[in-house]
């Protein structure tokens, strides 16, 4: 068999010296940042430990940036958000077993939400490796164990030559639809071992493109082009793949109304004619999409909250197009199209036959009517004030980063994102504590924008240490703290489960004295001053803290 070398890189004399005679000093952790280097990597986030101190060295001989957090687990929520606002892949250095451990939380948020996260933890020494026992410090039977069932793939180092090879196939599974975190084990003795090896170039890590088969666009097509009432789900797919501009152009040509479901927030414009906005947990629309002879969802799983808790019975006939295949199908009988939901809507937007519906608009109206005076019933005036305060502070173009907290619960529903790929919360997973960091995250990504982060003041004891990253890096995002007192959400859901609630109420500092204290500009606000107070805040450079003392409620739910 021979092989034609005709396209092979041609090197310079200087080229071919270089890589002959690499320079002196350079261990496996030169060979981590080169390959993040040649892949494209700018930023890369983390916290040092023993065994990974080969790769953080490394980083001083690098052009690599470093954001370093105080927490583990709020590393990889600012991973999660770099990767969510750019669509790049982005890296987390970490060490092993209490360090690796501690980022698990952050790294199940980045897999529910399909955020490109590298995690690159040490190991232990090479010898202690397979389970033998030899009782080093932070030593696990099986570290792959501990996040096999929460990332994409997984990949172990043993030797340095490996190094560059683990890295880049982490990095193409990692941006291969659906995105997701993945995990590369690098033992602590080959991180810190001398290399003579050339030093790593331009790599190629090129993700796989998911394409719709064409059988299934042509099926999709008809039913959508012979339907009485389609109706469209939107979900966070059309916001990762950037497909609102397709989605909206779809939707115009077959007349078709569109709500997004909170992971897809602002994938369709929220005054447009046939928005049905994002009023998933209310039961007049739940019964609007039971209704859809023609239901197409995109990018969604149609999970828990995208429907209704598990009450939607959709009638008619559902197509479901998913990066994802285990969620194909995996809620309701449908047409499965395993596709990026990008490539997915640019096919079925050529394929389908132009429909006019005159009464669509009007049957989208109807619905937020009922929704809108079912709401209005409630008395929960002060809990739109405070929504509608943070929209009108909070500039169009500006990232938000909400945390598991009352407010952040009304404003998946009710809150006008604006533009896609702004708003984001850790509805995913739903764990306490992502807003702040992930706020750090998107900041280092884009300092050009002010960023918000939502907290409660549960939420927010989580990533009090995070003050000081953002005090250190000075990073232009502001923290809107809602102070009630405890466990908001839990208070509520437990005394209407069972009268009283128990381990809600909670002691909390003055978040006011304690941010200043890390040398944060902080005030105390109330729901008339808070758009003037937050709109102040996201306008002054570096971080701030606005702290809302507030009781607030949730609407009353309609799946119980």
Excluded: C
């Amino acid at each position: 068999m021979s092989h034609d070398h005709d396209d092979r890189p041609q090197l310079t004399a200087a080229q071919a010296a270089a890589v002959l005679n690499p320079p002196a000093g350079r261990n496996g952790g030169d060979l981590v940042v080169e390959s993040l280097q040649g892949l494209g990597a700018t930023t890369v986030f983390g916290l040092p430990g023993q065994h990974a101190l080969g790769m953080f060295d490394a980083l001083r001989r690098s052009s690599l940036r470093y954001v370093g957090l105080r927490v583990e687990n709020n590393a990889g929520f600012a991973a999660d958000a770099y990767g969510r606002i750019t669509g790049e892949v982005a890296p987390l250095l970490l060490s092993t077993g209490p360090g690796a451990l501690t980022s698990l939380a952050a790294l199940q948020e980045a897999a529910a939400a399909s955020a490109p996260v590298l995690a690159i933890s040490s190991q232990i020494p090479t010898a202690g490796l397979g389970g033998r026992r030899h009782g080093y410090l932070h030593e696990l039977r099986d570290q792959q164990a501990s996040v096999r069932d929460i990332v994409k793939s997984v990949h172990t180092v043993r030797t340095a030559s490996q190094i560059p090879s683990a890295i880049a196939a982490a990095w193409e599974s990692a941006l291969t639809a659906p995105h997701g975190p993945v995990w590369v084990e690098i033992p602590q003795d080959v991180l810190l071992a001398g290399t003579t090896l050339p030093v790593v170039s331009a790599m190629d890590a090129t993700p796989r493109e998911l394409y719709p088969r064409p059988e299934l666009t042509i099926a999709a097509a008809h039913l959508l082009s012979e339907a009485e009432r389609p109706v469209i789900i939107a979900g966070g797919g059309v916001v990762r793949s950037d497909a609102s501009g397709k989605l909206r152009a779809l939707a115009e040509k077959i007349d078709a109304p569109v709500v997004t479901t909170f992971g897809g927030k602002g994938a369709f414009p929220w005054d447009h004619p046939l928005s049905l906005r994002s009023w998933l947990e209310d039961r007049h629309t739940t019964d609007f999409l039971e209704d859809a002879d023609v239901l197409l969802v995109v990018g969604s799983g149609l999970g828990e909250l995208s429907s209704n808790y598990h009450t939607f019975r959709p009638r008619g006939r559902v197509i479901q197009i998913e990066a994802d295949a285990g969620k194909l199908e995996s809620n309701h009988p449908a047409l499965g199209i395993h596709s990026d939901a990008r490539e997915a809507l640019a096919d079925l937007l050529e394929a389908v036959e132009r429909r006019a519906d005159p009464g669509a608009a009007e049957r989208v109206r109807s619905v937020l009517e009922k929704v809108r005076v079912r709401i209005e019933a409630q008395d929960l005036t002060l809990e739109q004030q405070v929504l509608a305060a943070v929209r009108e502070a909070l500039p169009d173009a500006a990232p938000s980063f909400w945390d598991m907290t009352i407010l952040a619960y009304w404003a998946w529903s009710a809150f006008d994102a604006r533009r896609p790929n702004t708003m984001h919360s850790a509805q995913g997973a739903g764990g306490l504590g992502y807003g702040f960091p992930a706020a750090i995250g998107a900041a280092a990504a884009d300092p050009t924008k002010p960023v918000l982060a939502v907290s409660g003041d549960g939420g927010a004891m989580y990533s009090i240490a995070e003050l000081a990253t953002a005090r250190q890096y000075d990073l232009p995002l502001t923290w809107l703290i809602v102070d009630d007192g405890g466990y908001g959400i839990l208070r509520e859901y437990m005394t209407g489960a069972f009268g009283e609630s128990t381990g809600t109420e909670l002691a909390r500092p003055d978040f006011v004295a304690l941010a200043e204290s890390f040398g944060v500009p902080a005030v105390r606000t109330g729901p008339d001053s808070l758009a003037a107070d937050l709109s102040k805040a996201l306008a002054t450079p570096g971080p701030s803290v606005v702290v809302l003392p507030a009781l607030l409620r949730m609407f009353e739910p309609t799946h119980l």
